[in-house]
């Protein structure tokens, strides 16, 4: 059942990748900003809840929700003080600049904080779901892959519907369409921008705690996850959430068959090969002449 | 680039004397509008019953559309509108849309991955936030009742209509969120002059059902067909006048 073990295992990674990938591109999709610091917020996560149950001995259900509450803020806080400025103010940035510099920007700043606060070893939260592997068939089920995976479902589905069949979902998807058009209806294209944002970066850091477990991280395990999580994105148009999570799904899943059958050591070059001949060879299908052309 | 405010003055600021505050829809006093140095619009004062069919004509260049997009917030302005006697928060389109002022704009402003339906029934985000409520309402019924050409589309991605579909989905999207006032922006630009006829047709009706109508068009023969008064703008200033129906 090796097969099988490894299905399960790209499964759970790839719904990892899912999750960063939704949460890319929605954001994408409202604000036509890529969140390169998705990742680092998921590892704020995992740091932030490390450290106050670790070293500050506090209970985990508290530290979990003022690690959230605090990742949330800043959010907040950044998207007032930064993306206002940057999209809104007088002075408002345009084309390569806002698309990408802003969150760059951003990702190392939370590094360099999180160096501080948390210093460079690898840690992790403590696991939610305690507990030896669930065996089905022969087939290994990690409780925290369980959760994980779980976690990507009920997210992936949650934004899936919201955008389908509601008018919010459809007014968000306006607001990144078109902004003046969206304000013509009585849009506040602004505000759900703020949303989106700081709903996403406290949904990248509950993944980080969840997943953290598994993988462990250290301050600069963000810049892996958002890359991984963008490139999912790519594979969707950047605005398609629900194929960004196939796409997610999928990448985990080629990069643990790879790692099992070709090469432990040579899986990710080779897993990165096939991506790139996948463009070259179908781009339309998969999305990236849209995400080129707007 | 700076050019001088015109000198002319707004000859008649009000000319229809007969218009009470009761009836006013739209009170537009000393409207300027300025793009960094440049001045669009200067001074313009004008008002709009309840009812009116209104045209905004005049050459290119001269202001016509800017009137429009400082008086529905689309751009910061000068001076004072007032939206069914309330005073109108300047630069804030929403709050326009939300007060019974809605703009059809020039260049359609549709969001283009998003089905015509989709795009339509987002006309009511101004008045509801629930997709149940805004299917079954009576505005979404009648603004895609008005366009039966637009049923087989519905579901096709409005950045792939033609022009003219474009334009319908772009009114329909307006009588969705339930206007008092429908303000259009050049509806036949670039239309052939058939599909032109049809919307006009249509803004026609729409105004027979009571909406109260605001069309800036470049070409006064046609706006008059459909209009009763006149707003006519040349160097940024808007000289208002009677016309009746040609």
Known sequence: MKFGNLVIA??????????????????????????????????????????????????LPLAIITTLAVVGIFAFAYDRIVLRLAQDGPRRQEGIVITFFFTFALS???????????????HAAPALWNGQSLTWASLNLPRAGLLVLGCALIVGGAFWFYIRFTLGGKAMEASGENSLGARIVGIDTRRYRMLIFIGTAVIAAIFGIVESPITGYTYLSG??????????????????????????????I?????????????????????LAALVLIMPRQLGFESAVGG | MTSEPPSEQTPDPDPDPGATEANVALAVTGLSVSYGNVVAVHDATFTV???????????????????????????????????FGAQARNGDV????????????????????????DN????????????GKARSSGPFSRAIELFPELKPHLKQAAG?????????VAIARGLASDPKILAVDEPCLGLAESVARRVYDVLAKIHEQGTTLIVVEEAPKRALTLCNRRVEVRNGVAANSRAGAA
């Open chain 1, 10 to 59: 790209g499964l759970v990674t790839g719904s990892i990748y899912a999750v960063f990938a939704v949460c890319v591109s929605v954001w994408y999709r409202v604000s036509n900003i890529l969140n390169l610091a998705v990742g680092d917020f998921a590892m704020c996560g995992a740091l932030g809840v490390d450290n106050l149950v670790r070293v500050r001995n506090w209970p």
């Open chain 1, 108 to 122: 190392f700043f939370i590094d360099g904080v999180a160096k501080m606060l948390f210093g460079s070893d690898v």
């Open chain 1, 223 to 252: 810049a892996t996850i958002s890359l991984t999580g963008f490139l999912a994105a790519a594979y969707g148009g950047f605005r398609k959430p629900g194929r960004a999570l196939l796409a997610g799904l999928f990448i985990g």
């Open chain 1, 254 to 274: 080629l990069e643990a068959l790879l790692g099992g059958y070709v090469s432990a050591e040579y899986g990710d070059t080779v897993m990165y090969a096939i």
């Open chain 2, 49 to 83: 019953t309840e009812g009116d069919a209104c045209a905004i004509t005049g050459p290119n260049g001269n202001g016509k559309s800017s009137i429009l997009m400082g008086v529905t917030g689309m751009v910061r302005r000068r001076g004072d509108v007032e939206i």
């Open chain 2, 94 to 117: 929403r709050w326009a849309a939300r007060h019974g002022l809605t703009l059809v704009p020039e260049r359609r402003q549709l969001y283009p991955d998003l089905s015509a339906y």
């Open chain 2, 120 to 131: 339509v029934i987002l006309g009511c985000y101004a008045w509801t936030r629930s997709i």
């Open chain 2, 160 to 168: 792939t209509l033609s022009g003219g579909q474009q334009q319908m």
